[in-house]
């Protein structure tokens, strides 16, 4: 396997509690805006930040934080996961037909997808067909990406997941999402809430 981008996990016991996600109450589908035609869409790019998730594990109450890179070539997306020492948790790669996990001295595993993968091994989902859209500040229509408005910070709706740009940052011509709230209801794992700061942006 190539080489990938890596993000680091931490149990959020041992550095403080984050607060939980906290859903908005209103959510409209993102409009257009002179800001957001600004945006552009990319095919490849490389994408590293930092994340908090809260989440259900075998009915108790989880939290996790870390930091984050994104290794995105067209329609196939490699992460890495690693601990606070850089040690190797899991390495994923997403095509659009199925979604692989590595682990060190475990056997290699996937599924259809890396929602269903993530969950199933992690114990929350990492929504990967639909970050390679809402990382860059874009929801798909059909095929096709729309931009979000940098105005407008209200939730819009995707799947069973609700999706925030709640901050942008960068320039004209270079605008994207700084802060990115994501959340969503199981019935089988419970309320999920994700929380994406962009810091690194590398189109190529």
Known sequence: MRSLLRVTVLPLAALGILSTLQSCSTFQPPVASPANKQLRYHEHIGISGRFSVSYQ????????????????????VDIDLLSPLGQTLARIRVTPRIAV???PGQPTQSASNASELTEQL????????????????FTAV?????AASSTHTNGFHAGDWTIRFVSWQG?????HPKR???????????RLGLRL????????
Request: avoid cysteine; proline fraction near 9%; aromatic fraction near 8%.
């Open 142 to 146: 059909g095929s096709e990406p729309m």
């Open 122 to 137: 992690l114990g929350w989902a990492i929504p990967a067909d639909g970050l390679r859209y809402w990382l860059q500040g």
């Open 57 to 76: 594990q075998e009915g108790k109450p989880s939290t996790a934080q870390g930091r984050f890179q994104w290794q995105q070539r067209s329609d196939e």
């Open 197 to 204: 700061v962009i810091d690194g942006w590398e189109p190529q």
């Open 101 to 103: 996990l590595e682990r």
């Open 171 to 175: 320039q004209p011509g270079d605008h």
């Open 180 to 190: 990115i709230d994501l959340s969503r209801l199981s019935p089988t794992t419970g």
